[in-house]
């Protein structure tokens, strides 16, 4: 990017120094001994703290009288630090019979900036000269784009439990811009007294700030001091050239203080024998118009606005979300919030849950404590939920009732999940799977402590198919026969488990077959019991450290 920037600088400069040629060798032809002012090319070049510029410039008197000149101006300035900038002007000046030359001026300027960015501008000034005073002052107005995105991050949305409710905050992402700034530069210098007023020999002062503008950005706002020394006739060259020593500084907050040392060499392009010999006031009519160096801009970091706070009502797949928090749900009224919440619809369970009843699933629901669930607010706003376990403690009344019934096509996800039982004769059971299909059972902690009679954790019957069973963990003790899942005249998936299961009076087993229709499975492992036994039926389940069956 360097390389190209460089070539298109010398391009630049190249195609600049033929077009002034091109119009100044047929202005300067034409240029007769009555004109008092001829065309000339400035060359400067300036050394600073902060970076090195060039400079040309080529001032063109377009008509004139004995006391008026309305002129053409022409710069191109560049610097080491990959920046260039062309200025277009056009200007009056007029020679007052009180000794102060007027003048009004504007420019169109055109800055490539060290960032890549094109800027434009409008610059109007007017002065008043005099042969000891100088007054000016200058308005700068961006035109068209004033800003230019450099970098940009997009914004992310995040979900956390807050209550019952999912909330997601959405920040509107940041991004880097560079603008240009308007303002105004004003200035006032004062001729020092050590020649004469005629003298080809000045040296002036000069002092005045300026201030910058745009909005989000810090103003750019100080003063301004700098010292000119002037020789009107310059050794091997003809009347009409100048050289000028400058040195200046000028602080603002932004940008710290700069500080310039220059030299500036004035090349008439008129024929030495058509120059006239002018006066101090008159050879200020061709003064180098001074203003602002640069198309003013700033870089800045901001925020795309504040962040956006709402509560998740789905899942990003469409399903309605409803959160139930032991805090404001109690485990009485368990089942039937979940009942309430619907068929296809997700339920996210918070906190810990003492129940007496079953909690029946409906079809297409997911109830889940412990994972990842992708979230979507009503603006259409995206975040991924990490949640905690959340654990439902029944003691279910009656033979054979279980804390969780599933339902077609339902979930049950990252709970712990435990049934005591409850009655005289409870055989208490963790989750029941009874004549249904595709239904998920996975990553659950379920634990059935029953102290009189027979305990299962999962019991799946009555021709339930496509049923999966994942990475659970079983925990089940009785006096008589203790089971970690019981299949019986179905078919299931049953994978990556760990088995503990210990009674007392009975027979302790994994898994128990009631001539299944189907099995199959693999990775599970035995903690504590045997593995399979009952009535084999179709399909095979592996065991890490035990016999398949």
Request: proline share 4%.
């Amino acid at each position: 990017m360097g390389a190209f920037r460089n070539l298109t600088q010398r391009r630049f400069i190249t195609a600049f120094l033929a077009s002034a040629a091109l119009i100044a060798l047929p202005v300067a032809a034409k240029a007769q001994s009555a004109d008092k002012w001829g065309a000339h090319l400035d060359l400067e070049g300036k050394a600073g703290t902060d970076r090195n510029l060039g400079e040309g410039d080529l001032f063109l008197p377009l008509a004139q009288t004995d006391t008026t000149l309305v002129f053409g101006d022409m710069r191109m300035r560049f610097d080491d630090q990959e920046s260039s900038e062309g200025n277009i002007g056009l200007g009056v000046r007029h020679m007052l019979s009180s000794g102060w030359n007027l003048g009004a001026y504007g420019y169109f300027d055109r800055r490539s900036t060290e960032n890549d960015s094109i800027f434009s501008q409008a610059t109007l000034g007017l002065e008043a000269l005099s042969t000891d005073w100088d007054v000016r002052v200058n308005g700068y107005l961006p035109l068209g784009d004033d800003s230019r995105t450099l970098a940009s991050t997009p914004g992310i949305s995040t979900a956390s439990l807050s209550g019952a409710i999912v909330q997601v905050v959405t920040t509107q992402g940041s991004f880097v811009e560079e603008r240009a700034l308007g303002g105004f530069d004003a200035e006032v210098g004062w001729r020092l007294p050590l020649f004469d007023a005629e003298a080809d020999r000045q040296l002036r002062f000069y002092v005045g700030g300026y201030r910058f503008t745009a909005d989000g950005l810090d103003d750019v706002t100080g003063p301004r001091a700098r010292l000119d020394f002037t020789m009107q006739t310059v050794p091997f060259l003809w009347e009409g050239s100048r050289l000028t020593l400058g040195a200046e500084i000028q602080h603002d907050d932004p940008r710290g203080t700069q500080a310039f040392a220059g030299l500036r060499l004035r090349i008439p392009l008129q024929r030495e024998d058509d120059a006239p010999t002018l006066t101090a006031l008159e050879q200020r009519m061709t003064d180098t118009v001074v203003r602002d160096i640069d198309i003013v801009s700033q870089t800045r970091s901001a925020s795309r606005g504040a962040d956006i706070i709402e509560a998740a009502t789905q899942t990003a797949s469409g399903q309605a979300l409803a959160v139930l928090d032991s805090a404001t749900t109690t485990g009485a009224n368990l089942p039937s919030a979940i009942a309430a919440a619907g068929a296809n619809s997700t339920v996210l369970l918070s906190g810990t849950f003492a129940t007496a009843a079953t909690a029946a699933l409906q079809p297409g629901q997911t109830v889940m404590g412990a994972g990842t669930l992708s979230v979507r607010t009503p603006s259409g706003y995206a975040a991924t939920l990490t949640t905690a376990a959340a654990a439902v403690n029944g003691a279910i009344p009656g033979s054979n009732a279980p804390t969780f019934r599933l339902a077609n096509d339902s979930t049950l996800t990252g709970l712990t999940i435990s049934n005591v039982g409850a009655g005289v004769i409870p055989s208490p059971i963790g989750v029941d799977v009874d004549g249904i299909s595709n239904a998920t059972i996975s990553n659950n902690s379920i634990t059935v402590p029953d102290t009189f009679a027979n305990g299962y954790g999962i019991q799946i019957t009555n021709g339930s198919t496509g049923i999966k069973v994942l990475n659970n963990a079983f925990d089940v003790t009785s006096p008589g026969p203790a089971v970690g899942i019981a299949l019986s005249a179905s078919d299931a998936t049953i994978s990556d488990n760990s088995f503990s299961t210990a009674s007392s009076g009975g027979v302790a087993r994994a898994v128990s077959l009631g001539n299944p229709t189907g099995m199959s499975g693999s990775g599970n492992t035995i903690l504590s019991g045997s593995t399979c036994g009952g009535f084999p039926g179709a399909g095979s389940l592996s065991f890490t450290n035990a016999p398949s069956c």
